[in-house]
């Protein structure tokens, strides 16, 4: 049973600093990509970055250049650095992983999701 699991979530100034994690237990198979995705009060669930096997990254707009997106594969763990916050990206922060079995098959999983708070 795998399981996606974020922590990192807080109250920070605007301006200031946060690393989210997320750890995929219970994978057997190659995670072959993970995700930050982010839900405001009212909105709708958006991209925020996206790192693959290779390494290659991908970000929304709004967090180019103040975001980072990092992983470590040997723990199955994805990591997003958070640079010069503001109270636009106060949000619930969620991980969702992609399961890649044998190249044939991929399975989608999300996290239940960490809060980040923006706010002087």
């Known amino acids: 049973h795998v399981q996606v699991v974020e922590s990192g979530g807080d109250l920070v100034q605007p301006g200031g600093s946060l690393r989210l994690s997320c750890a995929v237990f219970?994978?057997?198979?190659?995670?072959?990509?993970m995700s930050w995705y982010r839900q405001a009060p009212g909105r709708q669930r958006e991209f925020v970055a996206r790192i693959e096997n290779g390494d290659s990254t991908y970000y929304a707009e709004s967090v180019e250049g103040r975001f980072t997106i990092s992983r470590d594969g040997a723990k199955n763990t994805a990591y997003l650095q958070m640079n010069n916050l503001k109270p636009e990206d106060t949000a619930v922060y969620y991980c969702y992983a992609v399961e890649s079995v044998l190249a044939i098959h991929t399975y989608n999983y999300w996290g239940q999701g960490t809060q980040v708070t923006v706010s002087s």
């Open positions: 219970g994978s057997s198979f190659t995670i072959k990509s």
